[in-house]
Nanobody, 119 residues
Framework: QVHLAESGGGAVQPGGSLRLSCAAP????????MGWYRQAPGKQREVVATIGSGDSPNYADSVKGRFTISRDNAKNTVYLQMNSLKPEDTAVYYCNLVHGTLASTFSSWGQGTQVTVSS
């Protein structure tokens, strides 16, 4: 199992901002994509944003214009800048890394970090 170190979660008021970080260890030969998912109570886990090797981001409709995903390939790190946070953004956020070889593909997950948006 690949360890992904997440940080940056917390509690903020509506309209506030948070920046999540996720660092993968060195030595991974092939990284195909990195991204963020979230899961709120009573809901299925959903994709928030992903970014491929070409730095082309994809966002869920619910976060477009508010969240920005970025990637530092040299550091194997992915970030999620979250602005204009809303109560419905409250969830556990999970970092995801898709990597592999010619023989197989792996999907690794972080432990999750809680984001709470409330007044």
């Amino acid at each position: 199992q690949v360890h992904l170190a997440e940080s940056g979660g917390g509690a903020v008021q509506p309209g506030g901002s948070l920046r999540l970080s996720c660092a993968a260890p060195g030595g991974i030969l092939r990284i195909y994509s990195m991204g963020w998912y979230r899961q709120a109570p009573g809901k299925q886990r959903e994709v928030v944003a992903t970014i491929g090797s070409g730095d082309s981001p994809n966002y869920a409709d619910s976060v477009k214009g508010r969240f920005t995903i970025s990637r530092d390939n040299a550091k194997n790190t992915v970030y999620l800048q979250m602005n204009s946070l809303k109560p419905e953004d409250t969830a556990v956020y999970y970092c995801n890394l898709v990597h592999g070889t010619l023989a197989s593909t792996f999907s690794s997950w972080g432990q999750g970090t809680q984001v709470t948006v409330s007044s």
